[in-house]
């Protein structure tokens, strides 16, 4: 088999948003906690290392300040220009934003992938609105990247996005299946090709948190 291509999103280190318990939407996140930018850097280290060997062309953050703030450390690492782009965004929060996640999931009867066509809030996406844009955006960015190695600075739902378009899953299956996205965990794609030319996208590795401590703070929320 020879990679084509490959996609390995980072989720964003532990953010102050996450420890309130709050909807850190664009709005009302204020970044990365110190955990979070010592996560993060641990995980540009492993990064820088695997950068000399194999470059990355790129590094893409969404626009919140947590992915800004993962994305400068990762970029700063690697020596490469940060690129902000919009399309990385999570979900729209409308009148959540800032609004605790408990009281938004008892006033909806659950999670935002619970009943995945509603909105969750007034303004909201729904959860499946939310991953047909982000898989919209997926496909022209690896369109755009083909033949090379790219990395995200992202939010968990993007990985969840990403599983969804580029494993062939079904929206209609979103409320039934989940992906671990734990904070600054890598996930990675690779696009191979065999001898006889016969192309497809391989889920090389899940939230894999192996240059973190073995010790750390509860898993992420992946609707976070």
Known sequence: MTVTSALVIARHGEARCNVEGRVGGPKTCTGLTDLGRRQVAQLAARLAAE???TPFAAVYAGPRLRL???GQILAAALDLPLVEDPGLDGPRHGEA???AWRE???AFGGAPHTHPDRPYA???DSWN???TRATRYLAGLLEHAEGKRVLLAAHGETIHAACHHLLGIPLAQA????????HASLTRFQRQRDAYGNARWVLAALNDTTHLPPLGPAPGRPHR
């Open 68 to 70: 800004r703030e993962s």
């Open 51 to 53: 950068h000399r060997a």
């Open 122 to 124: 007034p303004g909201a």
């Open 97 to 99: 934003d800032g609004m």
């Open 175 to 182: 409320p039934y299946i989940g992906f671990g996205t734990d």
């Open 104 to 106: 938004v999931e008892e």
């Open 129 to 131: 609105g939310y991953l």
